[in-house]
């Protein structure tokens, strides 16, 4: 009986091994099959996005499902087919032929023992948007199909501002651009309620070289002091910029509003007058008292002079007469008489005889600009010829190579000119600019930099100081709450200061530009060294050093020089 049971176990057992033995076996044989003689391959039907610097997957699948590791797998843009984004051939990718530029970013990551040749994508930039072409080549078929990828880029921070409105009113005109953006963003204009605007509004675009689009609005609207507007760019909910503004025009920090304008402005200048002759009598009479009195000081000390020589005098005719001899009987005898040293001239005489004269405290002298501000005489921002005074010597400003923009090449020191973005590495940081080596923390600065070589007109520029710990490698906004005073120029927003609300700066030709520091009163200020004119003013610059910067701008190539 025991026996029998036993039989009965091992012959259930022996079949519960075959089945495990079979179901073993054909998961890898079926795996392992061939390719079919066709298949098909599966794309997504829409294009795929991504934001510029990420990873990104395009997705490609063979039909029906098998192990494709013996096949050929190509991916390409469609703008170069003969040199492949990555090529998988002979169980391996291949190093050529293959576009130096995905070189390090490409790989296959989606199983292709499943039948997965989806193509991943890493550190993507703005140039590798386009059509991909994904290929599967077998002995006897093969198939592709195109994937469309589209590269997001963020642009800069919104630059707003305000003027007045055609035929005036109680409106006014806010403009609001940005640039930089890729494809091209949605913009919005909202009030302090959240309600869009969309009364009056136009909107202008424009691309750069490299595709780049700047967008720029302007709407009429009523004037407010309190009522701010918003202005959004947005390519989605994470990729956008807003920036904020009254829409009222400051036509100066002290300006007050209303009719009584007029009247405090010419208060002011009344005002400003009868200081200033108070000031000249002041001086007239200070100045006047010092030379009465170093005049009686002369006269006593020349009188006292002029008595002592006469006695003198006296005591050597005496002498003559006691010994006979006149004045020229002593000449004669070999005696010197000098009779110029017993003359007495005034100071008229001493000047018509060639010998200077030091009047203490007199109106005629001169003094260097470092000799005026140690007196405590005021610099005169408006005079060029004053400033132009306190230029630094050319090593004093030189440019600092390791903190230049990957977009920017700096020759001996002094130049710097924008090259396509294509020929660098990933750009760290959006703003394209580069700092000087050394820094002024005290004293006043002059310098100039070159921004136009005769007929040649750049685009774009701009210019300026920062203070020792601005975020260098951060796409921070460029303003002076962030640490950065400049003058920028670009041709369809012409001069502007990065203040908020920007000033006016009209300038009809702009060769160089005079940069002037002045550390120990916290000014920055910038001049057309062709006019010679007082182009703007910072006047709350405070930070412990200063560095210059510069930018060559990103739309032209040509070159920005300090001289």
Not at 45 to 50: A, E
Not at 156 to 175: F, I, K, Y
Not at 318 to 346: H, L
Not at 416 to 442: C, G, M, N, P, W
Request: aromatic share 8%.
């Amino acid at each position: 009986m025991f026996t029998t049971v036993g039989n009965r176990d091992t012959m259930h057992l022996g079949m519960c091994l075959r089945v495990l033995i079979l179901s073993a076996l054909t998961v890898p044989i079926r795996a392992a099959q061939p390719a079919p003689e066709t298949f098909t391959l599966t794309v997504p039907d829409g294009p795929i996005s991504t934001l510029s610097g990420s990873s990104v997957s395009l997705l490609c699948q063979v039909s029906p499902l098998f192990n494709v590791e013996p096949l050929e797998v190509r991916w390409y843009h469609s703008s170069n087919s003969h040199s492949p984004a990555l090529l998988y051939k002979d169980h391996k990718i291949q190093e050529a032929p293959v576009d130096p530029r995905y070189r390090g970013r490409v790989s296959l990551t989606g199983g292709m023992e499943r039948g997965n040749v989806s193509l991943t994508l890493e550190r993507v930039t703005l140039e590798d948007r386009g059509e991909y072409v994904c290929q599967v080549t077998s002995k006897q078929w093969y198939e592709k199909a195109s994937v469309f990828l589209t590269v997001n880029v963020t642009g800069s921070e919104p630059v707003l501002s305000v003027a007045e409105a055609r035929g005036g009113g109680d409106q006014v005109n806010v403009t609001c651009s940005s640039e930089g953006w890729s494809p091209q963003p949605k913009l919005t204009w909202r009030n302090k309620e959240g309600t869009e605007i969309r009364n009056e509004q136009e909107v202008l675009k424009t691309s750069d070289p490299q595709g780049l689009v700047s967008v720029s609005s302007w709407l009429l609207y009523a004037s407010s002091y309190s009522n701010w507007l918003a202005c959004t760019f947005s390519l989605s909910e994470e990729a956008k910029r807003e920036g904020r503004i009254l829409p009222h025009i400051y036509t100066a920090p002290t300006a007050v509003p209303g009719v009584y304008k007029e009247a405090f402005i010419v208060t002011l200048i009344l005002s400003l007058v009868i200081i200033c002759a108070l000031f000249s009598v002041i001086l007239c009479k200070r100045r006047g008292s010092m030379w009465s009195s170093s005049q009686k000081s002369r006269n006593h000390s020349d009188q006292a002079e002029l008595e002592q020589r006469a006695a003198e005098t006296e005591n050597l005719i005496e002498g003559a007469e006691n010994t006979g001899q006149t004045p020229t009987e002593q000449r004669a005898a070999g005696k010197e008489f000098n009779k110029e040293e017993n003359t007495v001239q005034i100071p008229t005489e001493q000047s018509a005889a060639g010998k200077e004269v030091h009047l203490e405290g007199a109106e005629n002298t001169v003094l260097a600009p470092t000799e005026q501000r140690a007196a405590g005489e005021e610099l005169n921002l408006k005079d060029w010829h004053q400033v132009k005074g306190f230029q630094v010597t050319p090593e004093n400003i030189i440019l600092d190579e390791k903190t230049v923009h990957p977009a920017i090449r700096v020759n001996h020191g002094k130049r710097a000119f924008y090259i396509q973005e294509k020929d660098t590495e990933k750009a760290s940081r959006t703003h394209l600019h580069v700092f000087s080596k050394e820094s002024f923390s005290s004293g006043q600065h002059y310098w100039e930099v070159k921004v136009k070589d005769g007929t040649t007109e750049k685009l774009s520029w701009y210019v300026g100081v920062a203070r020792d710990n601005v975020e260098r490698r951060c796409n921070v906004p460029l303003t002076p709450q962030n640490g950065f005073w400049i003058l920028s120029y670009a041709k369809e927003k012409c001069f502007q200061a990065n203040t908020d609300p920007q000033p006016p700066i009209t300038v009809a030709e702009l060769t160089l530009v005079g940069v002037f520091l002045d550390c120990d009163r916290h000014t920055l200020s910038f001049y057309n060294v062709d006019t010679q004119s007082l182009l703007y003013t910072f006047t709350d610059v405070k930070t412990s050093n200063y560095f210059p910067l510069l930018s060559p701008g990103r739309c032209d190539k040509y070159t920005i020089r300090i001289i």
